[in-house]
């Protein structure tokens, strides 16, 4: 427990180390880069999994979607600006390499589904015929869970003067939920939450995680709206709106975590990596951001700013 929490810590303020750094330079290449090598960390340690059962997946494909959308959101794609999202901006001014033209500028939200014609493709190629359903389910399955949240959180990140904010949110919200969850199960857990998947998760322990999950988005938002002078007020309308976020938050990281739990365990194995020592892999470290970033995308179109 105790070399958990010191390189559990020890990650995060590494990651809000990044955050900041990009945050007071006024650019976001800090993070692109750690979102780069997480992501490709991530597909190494799923096609690993895959491997473990014999399934097909193109790892190298996977690889190659994930660098060419990373590099598209972090250069050329304009920002969220749907709902929430454009009062978020307070008037910024979006850092970008390459100026698309009007709403050229939102092709970023036509990507997946460049993906989803572009895998089937690729799929059919193969004159394995028998693995070609799997082959292709697996390809957009793997897309959908680890490089389109990816991307989507650095697209989140790239709002002008608020998305570090989201950012910080997101990461409160997630880890604090994650700590509470451990600390609280491992306290007064006497129930199993879904024991084929993980032994060591509890109800209470769920609980307790939505509980500091919404705690601690209800810290960042107040902190981060006075930190901006007010540019949060289209996420803090009011008061307690910061605690319910951060209570979906905590239910899409919790989700995040079982998924990834159900893969480790389909494939026989007890971490998805060695990355880490008393912790695990790389998709051990990211899986409560899995769900997070599409959530927030969808909850910030839809509040009400």
């Known amino acids: 427990m105790g070399k958990r929490f010191l390189f559990g810590f020890s990650m995060f303020f590494a990651l809000v180390g990044v955050l900041a750094l990009d945050h007071f330079a006024g650019f976001t290449w800090g993070f692109f ?63 970008t390499i390459v ?11 036509l990507i997946p589904l460049l993906v989803a014609v572009l895998y089937p493709l690729i799929g059919i190629t193969s004159k394995d015929v028998s693995n070609l359903a799997p082959r292709i389910t697996n390809n957009l399955g793997m ?10 959180i650095l697209w989140i990140r790239r709002v002008p003067n608020t998305g570090e904010w989201l ?13 509470g969850a451990y600390l609280m199960g491992k306290a007064f857990g006497r129930h199993k ?12 322990g769920a609980v307790f995680g939505l509980i500091f999950s919404a705690a601690g988005g209800l ?4 902190w981060g709206d006075w930190a901006t002078g007010g540019m949060l007020k289209p996420l803090l309308v ?36 060695q990355l880490v020592p008393a ?4 998709m051990d470290i990211m899986d409560n951001f899995m769900l997070t970033g599409p959530l927030l995308i969808v909850v910030l179109a839809l509040w009400p700013a």
């Open 167 to 179: 950012l910080y949110f997101l990461l409160a919200a997630s880890r604090l939920g994650d700590v």
């Open 219 to 222: 810290g960042i938002a107040y």
């Open 99 to 109: 100026r698309l033209p009007g709403e050229a500028a939102h092709f970023m939200l």
């Open 279 to 282: 912790f695990g892999g790389v």
């Open 33 to 95: 880069a750690l979102c780069i090598g997480m992501t490709l960390g991530g597909i190494h340690e799923l096609a690993r999994m895959f491997r473990f059962r014999g399934l097909p997946l193109d790892a190298g494909l996977l690889a190659f979607t994930a660098v060419v959308m990373l590099c598209f959101v972090q250069m050329v794609a304009e920002p969220p600006r749907f709902g929430a999202f454009d009062e978020l901006w307070a008037g910024g001014q979006a850092d």
């Open 238 to 273: 009011q008061p307690w709106y910061g605690a319910v976020l951060g209570l979906f938050v905590g239910i899409a990281a919790q989700a995040g975590d079982l998924v990834e739990s159900g893969f480790k365990r389909a494939a026989g194995i007890k971490d998805s990596g």
């Open 143 to 152: 897309f959908l869970y680890l490089i389109f949240p990816i991307a989507l």
């Open 193 to 204: 939450l879904i024991p084929h998947l993980s032994a060591g998760k509890t109800i209470e």
